[in-house]
């Protein structure tokens, strides 16, 4: 035996020799456990909570479709989201479209945020943090500019005069970028825009030659429909993000002033300006010309901070509309501004519709000095006669916010089917606490009566407002039904009493009732 024999004995019986089975000949590995098979359904792939993470970690860019399947817009946004996947399947592979139907996908739902039906996701890299929303795109010629956009240049680079012609005509609006150098802040704000805004063709440049031929000497972004610019915005770094830029461009897609109908209902709520201006007038009205002329004169100053948005009272399918701001006839020609985020409402103070006093409204209300329009039913005589109280604007937060009392509000509008469907079982409710003085039961007309202190859901919703001084309201989530509304109430009451309240000698439903007064706006806020 060699010399170095013996030095590898020792590290044999150290290291302990191979086991006769890891090196049998006949050894079979284990299997590894099949992936969930991921299928496609014209071109698009068809994804669940068991096989999503797989698509994410097989697709470098991968663009899903959230959606429930009893959804009209969900349908027809599907159909434009597969032939965008069908066109880009050769041209950018790397580029996937997907859909999951989320109807029962809760977690899924709860992950990712999805409030509204269809909602539209990018993934890259495999990431599930923080996808990136696909808002406001609807065609498919709008789908396959947006991914390319965010997987390649935002923008063309335009070289020569005859590139920005050909850009300019290429579509019915196209915006250009008109730079001194192409590193800057602006540059990098125009690009971040041009992503969001697959809508139309961009395009930008640094070339003298080229802003001299449209007369540009400043950093400027150009807006052109058909051809003629229709909208210059000089841009200075630091006072542009990229937001107000999208805001300013997408209004463009819309007329200066919009009509309200069943086409343009959803483009409306695509350009992401959450204040928007209404004026009420019947079209056919002798006045008409006269107040458009002087409506569409302030939409010309406030482009990109306000929408403009004209509601034919004439047309009976905007019934929803009038109901909602409370228009009536003898109210138009009306205007009111609508906050989309706080669902706040405005009315212009002036009754003329003149171009001085919309300006004015207008301005007023982007200073932060309009005041709160706020309807409210009258209190009926009779609001605390029956089991179920009647609750209005005026007699709201009197009645809702006390110490002594838990109160268990349904929030309801009248023409819902599903709301008249249950107010006979709300009213057996109000009969089963009838006796109780230490809960009321109540319901609101929601399409009647502006209540700010509470934030609005689908109708119907229900919220209870629990004894003591917090005030702190209680979302119902639970089934519609009499027994599930009664278990819910007892489990909540039993812990928000007070119990050092003493309770007024008369009972404090006959103490609310003696005592009943109107409060003010400045109460209700």
């Known amino acids: 035996m060699k010399t170095h024999q013996f ?74 989201f597969a032939e965008a996947a069908r066109q880009l399947k050769t041209e950018a592979p790397k580029i996937q479209f997907g859909k999951i139907d989320v109807t029962h996908q809760h977690d899924l739902r709860k992950e990712f945020n999805i409030r509204e039906f269809p909602t539209v996701k990018f993934f890259v890299d495999g990431s599930r943090e923080d996808p990136i929303d696909c808002k406001g795109v609807r065609q498919a010629s709008a789908f396959i500019t947006w991914v390319k956009r965010r997987t390649g240049p935002s923008t063309v680079l335009i070289n020569s005069t005859d590139q920005a012609e050909a850009i300019i005509h290429a579509d019915n609006l196209a915006v250009i970028g008109f730079f001194k150098e192409l590193h800057n802040d602006s540059v990098a704000v125009f690009c971040e825009a041009a992503r969001d805004v697959p809508e139309m063709p961009f395009g930008m440049t640094a070339s003298e030659d080229v802003c001299a031929n449209y007369g540009i000497q400043k950093n400027t972004l150009v807006v052109f429909k058909k051809g003629k610019p229709v909208h ?20 463009f897609t819309l007329d200066l002033v919009t009509e309200y109908n069943l086409e343009t209902s959803v483009k409306i709520f695509d350009v992401p300006v959450e204040n928007h201006i209404l004026l009420f007038t019947p079209k056919n009205s002798e006045t008409f010309n006269a107040i458009y ?124 089917f599903d709301c008249r469907k249950l107010l006979p079982i709300w009213d057996k409710l109000g009969e089963q606490y009838e006796s109780r003085k230490d809960i009321i039961i109540a319901k609101i007309d929601v399409t009647a009566n502006d209540i700010l202190s509470v934030g609005l859901d689908r109708y119907p919703f229900f919220r209870l407002f629990p004894a003591g001084p917090d005030y702190q309201e209680v979302a119902y989530a639970g089934e519609h039904t009499l027994e599930a509304f009664s278990e819910f109430l007892e489990e909540q009451s039993k812990t928000k009493a007070e119990p050092e309240e003493k309770e007024p000698s008369g009972g404090i439903k006959e103490d609310l009732s003696q005592k009943e007064t109107v409060i003010t706006e400045k109460e209700e806020l």
Request: hydrophobic share 40%; net charge positive; proline share 5%.
């Open 7 to 80: 030095f590898l004995l020792p590290l044999l019986f150290l290291t302990g020799f191979p086991a006769a089975d890891s090196i049998s000949p006949n050894e079979k590995k284990p299997k590894k456990a099949k992936l969930p098979k991921i299928k496609k359904e014209n071109n698009v792939l068809l994804l669940k909570k068991s096989n999503f993470d797989r698509a994410l970690k097989e697709t470098k860019y991968l663009l899903v479709e959230f959606y429930v399947s009893l959804s009209q817009s969900s349908q027809n946004l599907s159909e434009e």
């Open 232 to 251: 210059n915005e000089v841009l200075e770094d630091g006072r542009q993000n990229k937001l107000d830029l999208t805001r300013l461009i997408k209004t």
């Open 293 to 416: 002329e002087n409506y569409k004169s302030a939409a010309a100053e406030f482009r990109g901070k306000i929408m403009f948005v004209l509601v034919d009272t004439n047309e009976t399918r905007n019934g929803r509309v009038f109901e909602y701001f409370r228009i009536r006839d003898i109210d138009v020609p009306a205007v009111r501004i609508l906050n989309l985020t706080s669902d706040a409402k405005y009315k212009m103070p002036a009754d003329e519709v003149t171009a001085e006093n919309l300006k004015e409204f207008c301005q007023s209300y982007l200073n932060g000095k309009a005041k709160l329009h706020l309807s409210s039913e009258e209190i009926p005589e009779d609001w605390d006669k029956m089991p179920v109280k009647v609750l209005v604007g005026k007699n709201f937060n009197r009645i809702v916010f006390n110490k002594t009392m838990t109160v268990f509000v349904m929030f309801y509008a009248p023409w819902s």
